[in-house]
Nanobody
Framework: QVQLVESGGGLVQAGGSLRLSCAAS????????MAWFRQAPGKEREFVAG????????YYGDSVKGRFTISRDNAKNMVYLQMNSLKFDDTAVYYC????????????????WGPGTQVTVSS
């Protein structure tokens, strides 16, 4: 398992930007696919973005395509989520997750999770 800790959440106005970070504690970080999920109050956890172990492939949920960008730095054991043009509906707790297979979007495909960071977008 991988220890994950998210940071960078906060309160932002609609149209603004935030950058989330996720620090991973493992010597084998470059072997893990990584992803961001989010969960809004009263809703199920939703896939946001994923990145392959090498970082060469990224993929996104339909609701964030064109606005969010996932990236990783394997030398620093870090994953990032750049969020632009934020909307009220982006308000949620954002979770970083690690898995052993690339191109996955289901929660069950990720075995390690961080505690989450709150993102609140004011309208």
């Amino acid at each position: 398992q991988v220890q994950l800790v998210e940071s960078g959440g906060g309160l932002v106005q609609a149209g603004g930007s935030l950058r989330l970070s996720c620090a991973a504690s493992t010597r084998a970080f470059s072997g893990y696919a990584m992803a961001w999920f989010r969960q809004a109050p009263g809703k199920e956890r939703e896939f946001v973005a994923g990145i392959s172990a090498t970082g060469y492939t990224t993929y996104y949920g339909d609701s964030v395509k064109g606005r969010f960008t996932i990236s990783r730095d394997n030398a620093k054991n870090m994953v990032y989520l750049q969020m632009n043009s934020l909307k009220f509906d982006d308000t949620a707790v954002y979770y970083c997750a690690a898995g052993e297979r690339n191109m996955r979007t289901l929660e069950a495909d990720f075995g390690s999770w961080g505690p989450g960071t709150q993102v609140t977008v004011s309208s």
